[in-house]
């Protein structure tokens, strides 16, 4: 599968670790890189993005006119925008229109899937062949997939553990 790849902190770089080493052809492009991330999008079988949410309308602004029709998108980003209050693939769906859509959000950290520490995430689409395919395809030896077909409660699901997550660390 060729993905292209829009993110490459913590979260990005180790899915494209993760995707490379499973034979995935994979083409990474971060806003520290400069240029446009549109030429990538032509002959991807899957874009994913892993971006802050303060990038995804700026992003999706400067993608829209070249998306390719079918293309779909995995969102990994965890938030909830304030001026919207929309989680990242109601903000996607905002610049893109209709597109296959997907989310991937799990209890997982980057760093300990990077010491190939096992790790389960979901992949939530109201698509449900989307999500299996997904789930088949980008699945590794120390990731578990599992699907759903709730993307919006998975977002908020995520966006909690993260607030959690920092209450913890106080």
Request: aromatic letters at 4%; one cysteine or more; hydrophobic letters at 45%.
């Amino acid at each position: 599968m060729r993905i292209t790849l829009l993110g490459r902190g913590a979260w990005g770089s180790t899915l494209a670790h993760l995707w490379s080493g499973t034979g995935h052809d994979l083409a990474v492009w971060s806003r520290r890189d400069g240029g446009s991330a549109a030429p990538l999008l032509a002959g991807s079988d899957l874009v994913v993005a892993a971006v802050s949410m303060s990038a995804i309308s700026p992003l999706g602004r400067e993608l829209a006119p070249h998306w390719p029709r079918g293309l779909p998108l995995l969102s990994c980003s965890k938030g909830i925008d304030p001026e919207r209050l929309g989680t990242a693939t109601q903000l996607w769906d905002h610049w893109l229109g209709q597109l296959p859509l997907a989310v991937l959000s799990g209890p997982n950290l980057a760093d300990e899937l990077d010491r190939g520490l096992p790790a389960a995430s979901v992949i939530a689409s109201a698509d449900a062949q989307l999500a299996r395919d997904l789930q088949i395809a980008l699945r590794t030896s120390n990731l578990r997939l599992y699907t759903n077909d709730d993307p919006i409660g998975t977002e908020a699901a995520g966006a909690l553990k993260n607030v959690m997550a920092e209450i913890g660390r106080a």
